[in-house]
């Protein structure tokens, strides 16, 4: 039978996969990341089972083109995302390392 605890795992690892892979090549600017940050965790957190998520675009790694603009690539994103099931919470994350942008379970935890 599967756990609570997976579950929740199962979840993160959900959440984060679809952040990744939709909001890739996402046209944006330094002045317009705090709006893209925001958004992009008001979207995920409307999702069931997630209780927390923070998104964070590392600007030291935005590439700007020649028309002022960058595109958002695996390694500027920094996200941390917790889900609950019954009680059960995962802590998950997203981070460039590496040289590549990897999804990880930070810790999982039961209460009560």
């Not at 599967?2 to 996402?26: M, V």
């Not at 927390?52 to 028309?67: A, C, F, G, Q, T």
């Not at 997203?94 to 990897?102: I, T």
Request: aromatic share 8%.
């Amino acid at each position: 039978m599967i756990q609570d605890r997976e579950k929740a795992a199962f979840e993160a690892g959900i959440k984060l996969g679809a952040l990744y892979h939709q909001w890739i090549g996402t046209p944006f600017s330094n002045d317009l990341a705090p709006t893209i940050e925001k958004v992009i965790e008001g979207s995920v957190s409307l999702q069931p089972f997630v209780k927390d998520i923070k998104v964070s675009l590392v600007r030291e790694r935005v590439r700007e083109n020649p028309y002022g603009y960058s595109e958002l690539t695996g390694d500027v994103l920094d996200v941390h995302v917790v889900t609950e099931v019954n009680g059960a919470t995962c802590h998950a994350a997203l981070s460039f390392e590496h040289g590549y942008p990897l999804m990880k379970l930070v810790a999982i935890e039961n209460q009560g």
